[in-house]
């Protein structure tokens, strides 16, 4: 068979994603693989059965990331990469992370039942915890690996239980042996699905992201006096909630206001001691500020925060604001991005230039490597919910555009 006609099995693919969702699968519909949780380490246990019935020589690093390696026919030309997560947010969907990784073994199976001998090694890779919503921030795996987070400080990272990374990683049985630390990398692919509604909208079945918005996260923790509600007059309250709720509405006007590309969101809050008959005394709660245009997002953040101040001041209710993560915007390589294009164009497929809103590990590898990533609609624009949803056919074409990027970098001398 000539290789431009290679294809991978779209049978197979949706067999191996039908059978990961059933790992951690809620009554909605979709899965709850928290990082390092008894359903992350059952996934982690497949996944590398399978890694096994193809003869990969498996790692696994002092992270959890586990790496399946191929070999090519030289064994110091840097590997090509290719993979994604296989953790999910609570109560999340059934493609975010994992068709990156079930993908990336369909290569693999492909390309072994067809015996391609690669020039270079092909190592696909499971990150872990991209999702940070079990333990914050996200992305550690990749982050570790490319030497641009702190292990030992990650080690430390607690759970709302108290949990300690470093401990459930080690429970789990998955703190490997190896140092996360990076290796030479000719190209880094990773393919997930949109999470938002432009390829729908704009009827295209492939996305070529050319990178990453910037990604800013903010906790703010707000204070007010508690007080029995009934016998205390409206007046002179210093009502850490209602503090909050203004400072929620300055988010959500914030991307209108600064103009340009940009969203902000507060999507976590805290009151206390949330009881119907006490004054709210202690508010936290989270800032999400995203753009391609990193000096705006920075400006917002300066405007929000004179903004918090003055709310507070009014309110008589101390504020302490910190910025807990920044990764810069990320852009891909434009050689690699322009590859997706042009095979998603020989095979038929209507594809569409963007920007990826969320964050994924291809942002700490583009750092490191050349990277690109390929999207696949998400329907209804819908993810991180149990009704993430992709259409079996799309999850193929992509599955096939992968394979094509994979395979004309393994074998570039
Ligand atoms: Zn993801």
Redesign the pocket.
């Known amino acids: 068979m000539h290789r431009e006609n290679l294809r991978i099995d779209g049978k197979r693919l949706r067999t191996a994603l039908e059978e990961m969702a059933k790992i951690g699968a809620t009554p909605g519909g979709g899965v709850q693989r928290l990082t390092l949780s008894d359903e992350d380490k059952q996934a982690r246990d497949l996944f590398i059965k399978w890694l096994h019935e193809i003869d990969l020589e498996v790692m696994i690093d002092e992270m959890g990331n586990i790496f399946g390696k191929r070999a090519g026919k030289s064994t110091k030309l840097p590997p090509v990469m290719v993979g994604?997560?296989m953790d999910s947010q609570p109560k999340g969907g059934r493609f975010?992370?994992i068709l990156?990784v079930m993908g990336a073994l369909e290569v693999l199976r492909t390309i072994n039942d067809n015996g391609i001998e690669t020039e270079r090694p092909i190592i696909i890779v499971d990150w872990t915890n991209?999702?940070g919503t079990r333990f914050a921030p996200a992305m550690m795996g990749s982050g570790v690996w490319t030497g641009k987070l702190d292990k030992d400080w990650l080690y430390g990272r607690i759970d709302i239980h108290g949990k300690r990374f470093g401990e459930e990683l080690e429970r789990i049985g998955y703190k490997g042996g190896r140092p996360a630390k990076r290796w030479p990398v000719h190209a880094y692919y990773e393919y997930?699905?949109e999470?938002g509604p432009v390829l729908e909208r704009e009827k295209k079945l492939i996305g070529a992201p050319k990178g990453i918005v910037c990604l800013h996260w903010y906790d703010i923790y707000v204070e007010g006096t508690a007080n029995q509600v009934g016998p205390t007059p409206m007046e002179g309250r210093n009502d850490a909630l209602c503090a909050a709720a203004e400072m929620v509405l300055k988010v959500n006007e914030l991307p209108a206001k600064m103009g340009g590309n940009m969203v902000a969101t507060v999507g976590e809050i805290h009151n206390f001691p949330n009881s119907r008959n006490i004054i709210p005394d202690r508010v936290h709660l989270t800032v999400d500020i995203r753009s391609w245009d990193e000096g705006l997002a920075v400006s917002a953040w300066e405007d929000l925060k004179a903004d918090f101040e003055g709310i507070a001041g009014r309110r008589g209710c101390p504020i302490r604001m910190e910025e807990t993560w920044r990764v810069g915007h990320t852009p891909f390589e434009d050689r690699l991005v322009k590859r997706v294009v042009d095979i998603a164009e020989q095979f038929g497929y209507p594809s569409h230039s963007m920007v990826s809103g969320?964050g994924?590990?291809a942002t700490y590898m583009s750092q490191v490597a050349p990277t690109a990533m390929i999207f696949v609609p998400s329907i209804g624009g819908r993810s991180h919910v149990e009704v993430e949803n992709t259409r079996w056919d799309d999850c193929e074409a992509g599955a096939n555009v992968l394979l094509h990027c994979v395979l004309q970098s393994a074998l570039e001398v």
Do not use: L, T, V
């Open positions: 994604s997560h975010d992370g990156g991209e999702e997930h699905i999470q969320a994924h590990d």
